[in-house]
């Protein structure tokens, strides 16, 4: 099952309703006026940070920007909803106030390897496809891949930081 994509037709929209020019949308997302051009055409797809700084910026959640056809449906049922600011996991809430069991640190040492494994995997079968010349055909995703296997491995490495910091701190009492 496919899910429809409207964000083209969506940025078009929210920017007409606001009687903004192409330029005067791009001036405030500080990018090109052929980017804006090129994503109301459907030839090229805003990246992830981009969606979320229109998403901001049109008051609109981000699942309805990408996958309602805002215009059809009479216009912006959900604004843009700022995460919480105290969305602290449970187990750093915990390491944070020194209450920590020994359970919560086995279940994210565990939940840590699993997400190590899973990169390791990944990054087995992106070289793969690299070598063998399938990975897709623009390098604009090629870079996003690497920029993502980046940012994955730096969240492992921040995970086996606070995991040492929690054995020393439990170490020491």
């Given at each position: 099952?496919?899910?429809e994509n409207h964000l083209s037709r969506n940025i078009r929209?929210?920017?007409?309703?606001?009687?903004?020019?192409?330029?005067?949308?791009?001036?405030?997302?500080?990018?090109?006026?052929s980017n804006i051009?090129?994503?109301?055409?459907k030839?090229?797809?805003?990246?992830?940070?981009?969606?979320?700084r229109m998403a901001k910026l049109f008051d609109v959640n981000m699942a309805e920007l990408i996958h309602t056809d805002i215009g059809l449906n009479g216009g912006v049922r959900?604004?843009?909803?700022?995460?919480?600011?105290?969305?602290?996991?449970p187990l750093f809430?915990?390491?944070?106030?020194?209450?920590?069991?020994?359970e919560a640190l086995d279940s994210f040492v565990e939940q840590s390897l699993s997400v190590r494994k899973m990169l390791e995997g990944f990054k087995i079968f992106y070289e793969y496809k690299k070598e063998a010349g399938t990975t897709a055909p623009n390098a604009g995703s090629a870079v996003d891949i690497d920029n993502f296997l980046d940012l994955i491995g730096h969240m492992i490495k921040l995970n086996e930081s606070l995991i040492d910091l929690?054995?020393?701190?439990d170490?020491?009492?």
């Open positions: 099952m496919e899910i929209f929210l920017r007409k309703a606001r009687h903004w020019s192409q330029e005067e949308l791009a001036n405030q997302l500080q990018i090109k006026r051009a090129a994503y109301e055409s030839n090229v797809e805003p990246r992830l940070g981009l969606i979320l959900q604004a843009f909803q700022q995460p919480e600011p105290d969305n602290t996991p809430s915990a390491a944070l106030s020194g209450q920590i069991s020994a929690l054995r020393q701190n170490a020491e009492e």
